[in-house]
């Protein structure tokens, strides 16, 4: 008796050795599968990507005087950086709250039986597809200085403004960012607000609790990553408007539309390096510390609901 | 009972209020892609009358202004010449939209195909190493262009590709935004298909070509219109990558702007001819765009 189970114990262990190294070759072999993707991220992204750290550190590429982090205390004492991170960071607080929210009540909305909404559906995502300089005529017409926004606002009796040229100039490009952002954190929504178990829901509804009760204690912790995630993405777009106001105002907007990349694509023309290194690897930094924040926040509010 | 039929009129009232706004909501987005093809067809003269204290570089001298600037939904005249005068007289746009099309071509088959392999590789088997540089391409997706364009120049530089196509298309092939969606949706096909492939003595490389690349077909698709949308839609690398004499081998996108200031008059058929390709793939596959989008939400996988 104690000869057998003995016997099947070892015979167990082989075959378990022998399962695993039939695994590590299987694992070799799979391997080879995302080789050119890594050797191309590695040349092309994580290799340069050191060079650009070291780049930072050292006071030009030629001599490589290691600097310690003196780069970056010339980079924050740049008045032009500051002025681009400032527009930056205004403009994302403005954008980006306003990119979750929209989205979120259409979404809701057209989770509901509405006549149409497909329809809807269709027109509010469709300017996903739509490249933005395809429309920047549009919004010259709106919002230039003589376009049909300042008529309408003199014939209600206001004075014109100057939309591209002042202090709402801010304003033109969140229209532009919401119109074309919109959709896409949409579809998001209703992923996430369709994969929301209905006999929760139902449940909820049956113990009396009302439509907001419902929304603020069952959906939204359920929605939470879904929230986190179109936050991220709106930050990481709302450093991408640079675009929008590009198309729109060209190499030297007004003050208050002056952002990172145009900074950015002073220092390339220059080619200034140690304020192009410090300046990718500052923002890097500061992408990281927003998404792990962020990311902080969804695992105390999701906590409940975790698999 | 009573109860219950107010609670019903209260809803259906809301669900009114719910479409007026959704409706108007849809007016509003759908307006400017409306304009712009309303007003390409109308002729060089409509828009110097309309728009001519806007973009003064329409009118001549001697033509006709109006005081005020028309917003025309509807040409007085429906009018082919602007679409005329941009493909058949003026080489020049047609040439900035084949350039869209050289640069953008390769990095949507390349990426797409790169990464279904990649995909592949990490989605089999999940090590601590494997997870590891996932988290890493994660991250990398995550980070705008100001912080990814430092290196890309700088190798460019070293490569000598600098101010050629290859600047933008080979880190355009090696983004890893399709990676991370293909790979997302290949973990979710059951272990189970790819046991029993393996038991009728399947490779690695059928079960890939056979069985996991064919069941991606979908979402394929889906990725490969996301990014082709991404980069029809480029400026930034444009600017940065391909500057001096290589300014001609701009892309459409960037192109435009320049335009807008120069020729306004036909600069609302070049846009109309830019966004139709991507408007026409998106009423064709919006199941698959949507789905596709689905999949790139939420980091866990």
């Given amino acids: ?307 | 009972m009573k109860m219950k039929k107010i609670h019903g009129l209260a809803r259906t009232a809301l669900l009114g209020i719910a479409t007026v706004f959704l409706g108007a909501m849809s007016v509003l987005f759908i307006t400017p892609i409306v304009l712009t093809i309303t007003n390409s067809f109308m002729s060089q003269s409509e828009i110097a009358s309309n728009y001519g204290k806007i973009f003064e570089s329409v009118t001549s001298a001697g033509t006709y202004v109006a005081d005020r600037v028309n917003l025309k939904i509807i040409p007085d005249l429906v009018s082919f010449s602007q679409y005329e005068t941009v493909l058949l007289k003026s080489p020049d746009y047609l040439l900035k939209f084949w350039n869209s099309v050289i640069l953008v071509v390769p990095i949507v088959i390349f990426q797409t195909l790169v990464a279904l392999l990649a995909a592949y590789g990490f989605a089999r088997f999940d090590t601590k190493w494997r997870s590891g540089i996932f988290f890493a391409y994660i991250i990398l997706m995550l980070m705008p262009y100001q912080v990814t364009l430092v290196p890309n120049y700088l190798v460019a530089d070293w490569l000598g590709i600098l101010d050629t196509r290859w600047a933008i298309i080979l880190p355009g092939i090696f983004s890893p935004f399709a990676v991370f969606i293909l790979t997302k949706f290949m973990r979710r096909i059951p272990s189970s298909v790819i046991e029993a492939a393996k038991l009728d003595g399947a490779g690695e490389w059928q079960i890939f070509t056979k069985i996991c690349a064919p069941m991606s077909g979908g979402i394929v698709a889906s990725v490969a219109i996301l990014v082709y949308i991404d980069y029809w839609n480029m400026v930034e690398q444009p600017l940065v990558l391909l500057t001096n004499e290589a300014v001609d081998l701009h892309p459409l996108s960037v192109f435009l702007s320049k335009i807008n200031a120069g020729d306004a008059g036909i600069a609302f058929s070049v846009a109309s001819i830019y966004m139709i390709i991507p408007l026409l793939i998106f009423l064709y596959c919006e199941d698959s765009l949507v789905e596709g989008v689905s999949y790139s939400g939420g980091l866990k996988g």
């Fill in chain 1, 1 to 307: 008796m104690m000869k057998v189970t003995e016997k099947k114990r070892s015979d167990r262990r082989a075959d378990r050795q022998c399962r695993d190294t039939a695994r590590i070759k299987e694992m070799r072999r799979t391997r080879w599968f995302f080789v050119p993707s890594l050797i191309g991220v590695s040349i092309f992204f994580l290799a340069p990507f050191l060079v650009v750290i070291y780049y930072s550190l050292v006071d030009n590429p030629i001599s490589g005087d290691f600097v310690g982090l003196s780069n970056f205390i010339a980079l924050l004492q740049n008045t032009a950086f500051r002025r681009a991170a400032a527009n930056t960071a205004t403009f994302s607080l403005i954008a980006v709250p306003l990119a979750v929210i929209i989205p979120l009540l259409f979404a809701i909305l057209l989770m509901e039986k509405i006549p149409m909404k497909s329809l809807f559906r269709t027109i509010l995502i469709s300017p996903l597809m739509v490249p933005i300089a395809s429309v920047v005529l549009i919004w010259e017409v709106l919002f230039h200085n003589n376009g049909v926004v300042n008529e309408w606002l003199i014939a209600w009796g206001g004075t014109a403004i100057d939309w591209f040229k002042s202090d709402f100039s801010q304003l033109t490009i969140v229209l532009l960012y919401l119109w074309k952002n919109v959709g896409y954190n949409m579809i998001l929504f209703m992923a996430a607000l369709a994969g929301i178990p209905k006999e929760i829901t139902e449940a909820a509804a049956l113990d009396g609790a009302g439509a907001l009760r419902t929304f603020f204690r069952i959906k939204v912790p359920y929605l939470s990553s879904t929230i986190l995630f179109v936050t991220i993405l709106s930050v990481i777009n709302s450093f991408k408007v640079f675009r929008e106001v590009y198309l729109l105002t060209g190499d030297y907007p007004y003050d208050s539309l002056y952002l990172l990349q145009h900074f950015m694509n002073n220092m390339f023309k220059s080619l200034d390096y140690q304020k192009l290194s410090s300046a990718a690897i500052l923002m890097g930094i500061v992408m990281m510390i927003i998404i792990g924040i962020l990311f902080l926040i969804d695992r105390k509010l999701g906590k409940d609901i975790e698999e």
